[in-house]
């Protein structure tokens, strides 16, 4: 199967987990997108959405289901939503799609998080992909310096600003061997929005592409 195969196949498994009357977090990039695609199958049965992007809101509309803003809901039953590496403790490197700070906002309030990712993402130690980071843009390069003392080397995505109105710097060569630690030390510098190491708030659950089928990761 190709990756593209693999994505398509879980997103339609995380329905598994979406039941009549939800308040249902949707993702952003390709894999959420194909989640889209499978909710859209029961967008009569679900309570409605909070999206953690504009490019998933516009999906979302488009499709006929229904989209709340976050401060309008008290709490999100499941949010399901994508990873660029996860390891099996579930903490994961997100942003790749620049929705970082959004994601974190709805995977916050959401009671359950559901990762869907094709095997390729699984990883034992988080920080081949380069590790995001939203940034104001008066601070980036005073960041920049910050990040280069914790031993990465930090390259500004060109051309891109967040749904925010922020840039984003992607963090090269770490070795995250502390994920936590090093959640809370870059979310400390000033002038960081959010760094996209969702450690602090994991997946409690991954549903993973595999060529022998979807396989479902739990933590211990
Ligand atoms: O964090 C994200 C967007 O900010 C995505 O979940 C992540 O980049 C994975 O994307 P894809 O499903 O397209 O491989």
Redesign the pocket.
């Known amino acids: 199967m190709s990756q593209d195969e693999l994505?398509k196949a879980v997103g339609y498994a995380a329905l598994e987990y979406i039941k009549p009357g939800m308040m249902v977090g949707v993702?952003?990039?390709?894999?959420?997108s194909y989640f889209i695609d499978a909710l859209n199958t029961m967008k009569e049965d679900i309570l409605g959405t909070v999206s953690s992007s504009i490019a998933s809101t516009e999906k979302l509309e488009r499709l006929g289901i229904k989209v709340f803003d976050c401060n309008e809901v008290d709490s999100i039953d499941v949010y399901v939503?994508?990873?660029?590496e996860i390891n099996p403790a579930l903490k994961m490197i997100?942003?790749?799609?620049?929705?970082?700070t959004r994601?974190k906002i709805v995977a916050a309030i959401a009671k359950k998080f559901v990762c869907i990712a094709d095997q390729s993402k699984v990883v034992d130690v988080l920080g081949k992909f380069p590790l995001p980071v939203e940034v104001i843009p008066m601070a980036r390069a005073y960041v920049a310096r910050r990040l280069v003392t914790l031993g990465g080397t930090p390259i500004y995505r060109q051309g891109i600003k967040t749904d925010n109105g922020n840039v984003i710097l992607d963090v090269h060569n770490l070795s995250i061997i502390d994920p936590i630690a090093l959640e809370k030390e870059i979310n400390s510098i000033a002038g960081v929005v959010t760094v996209g190491l969702f450690s602090q708030r994991g997946a409690d659950v991954a549903l993973i592409g595999t060529s022998d089928g979807v396989k479902t990761l739990t933590l211990k």
């Open positions: 994505k993702g952003t990039g390709s894999t959420a939503d994508g990873a660029d997100k942003g790749g799609g620049a929705a970082l994601e």
